[in-house]
């Protein structure tokens, strides 16, 4: 099975993306399942991981209502206020949805760089794992060292780092990133994205401006922690779907078959479904 761990879907009239903007052009109109269906099928895509675009619980709602009415999306990874007070409870009734796999707080817009690292968070957390819930990290490089507080503070966590947490591959300085990335690897329950990173590059990037990062990732994560997933439609700002799977499929394309086949989908089951006890 081959899965893309990581695509969105939205509905602007819905009011609640406030970063999708105008600005963002060729992205800042609707995209549902009939956008994606025939890009999967000429990619040979079986499912897919719909993951969370606004901070809002009516979206996790309205994600789970397309998801179960897509065959493809095997699992949808939301959004819960993880400050509240009542966070614990949210989160309990969230996951009575067999859909939802996982919640996604959008840490990299959170002004506080240490927001992760904060213990009052933790009723939150405790609740993730005991509904067998998944955690999306989606982050900066400046959040890895927060991050590594709270995977001390919870080590049964099912934790991914989207995107890789971002590395600066326009300027080409990643060695803070690559010391602080090494160190979220050590921790066993902790999954990586290669995804989200054609974005973080200049418009003429190439398969060769991303190598470095995935050496490293795939040095530091090893073939049966890195998980594929294309950051779809958001990667249409810098390449087309076909060329984001060509260019995974070339990176590992020296891996054995075993693991080529899990970074491009027995990875992605084994984090989000296995762990919920789905096919």
Same mark, same amino acid.
């Given at each position: 099975? %081959?899965?893309?761990?990581?695509?969105?879907?939205?509905?602007?009239?819905?009011?609640?993306?406030?970063?999708?903007?105008?600005?963002?052009?060729?992205?800042? %109109?609707?995209?549902?399942?009939?956008?994606?269906? &025939?890009?999967?099928?000429?990619?040979?895509?079986?499912?897919?991981?719909?993951?969370?675009?606004?901070?809002?619980?009516?979206?996790?709602?309205?994600?789970?209502?397309?998801?179960?009415?897509?065959?493809?999306?095997?699992?949808?990874?939301?959004?819960?206020?993880?400050?509240?007070?009542?966070?614990?409870?949210?989160?309990?009734?969230?996951?009575?949805? &067999?859909?939802?796999?996982?919640?996604?707080?959008?840490?990299?817009?959170?002004?506080?760089?240490?927001?992760?690292?904060?213990?009052?968070?933790?009723?939150?957390?405790?609740?993730?794992?005991?509904?067998?819930?998944?955690?999306?990290?989606?982050?900066?490089?400046?959040?890895?060292?927060?991050?590594?507080?709270?995977?001390?503070?919870?080590?049964?966590?099912?934790?991914?780092?989207?995107?890789?947490?971002?590395?600066?591959?326009?300027?080409?300085?990643?060695?803070?990133?690559?010391?602080?990335?090494?160190?979220?690897?050590?921790?066993?329950?902790?999954?990586?994205?290669?995804?989200?990173?054609?974005?973080?590059?200049?418009?003429?990037?190439?398969?060769?401006?991303?190598?470095?990062?995935?050496?490293?990732?795939?040095?530091?994560?090893?073939?049966?922690?890195?998980?594929?997933?294309?950051?779809?439609?958001?990667?249409?700002?810098?390449?087309?779907?076909?060329?984001?799977?060509?260019?995974?499929?070339?990176?590992?394309?020296?891996?054995?078959?075993?693991? %080529?086949?899990?970074?491009?989908?027995?990875?992605?089951?084994?984090?989000?479904?296995?762990? %919920?006890?789905?096919?």
């Amino acid at each position: 099975m %081959r899965i893309d761990a990581h695509q969105h879907f939205w509905t602007l009239a819905r009011g609640d993306y406030g970063w999708l903007t105008p600005a963002l052009g060729p992205i800042h %109109r609707d995209f549902g399942p009939a956008d994606l269906a &025939p890009l999967l099928a000429e990619q040979r895509i079986d499912r897919t991981i719909l993951v969370q675009a606004a901070p809002t619980e009516a979206e996790t709602e309205f994600m789970l209502a397309v998801a179960a009415r897509t065959t493809f999306v095997a699992g949808v990874v939301g959004w819960c206020e993880f400050e509240a007070p009542d966070a614990a409870e949210r989160i309990a009734r969230l996951s009575a949805d &067999p859909l939802l796999v996982g919640l996604r707080p959008m840490v990299h817009d959170i002004a506080d760089p240490d927001w992760l690292a904060r213990p009052d968070l933790a009723p939150a957390f405790a609740a993730l794992i005991a509904h067998g819930l998944t955690f999306d990290a989606l982050l900066r490089p400046q959040h890895l060292k927060p991050l590594c507080v709270l995977l001390a503070r919870h080590p049964t966590l099912a934790c991914v780092v989207d995107h890789a947490a971002k590395p600066n591959l326009v300027s080409g300085e990643i060695s803070a990133w690559r010391q602080d990335i090494s160190a979220v690897a050590t921790h066993q329950q902790v999954f990586c994205k290669l995804s989200g990173l054609a974005t973080e590059a200049n418009e003429d990037w190439t398969i060769e401006t991303l190598r470095p990062v995935f050496d490293h990732l795939l040095a530091s994560f090893g073939p049966d922690r890195l998980i594929f997933g294309s950051d779809w439609p958001v990667l249409t700002l810098r390449a087309g779907y076909a060329r984001w799977v060509g260019t995974v499929e070339e990176l590992i394309a020296d891996l054995p078959e075993a693991d %080529r086949a899990a970074i491009m989908g027995g990875n992605a089951r084994r984090f989000y479904l296995s762990y %919920r006890g789905r096919n």
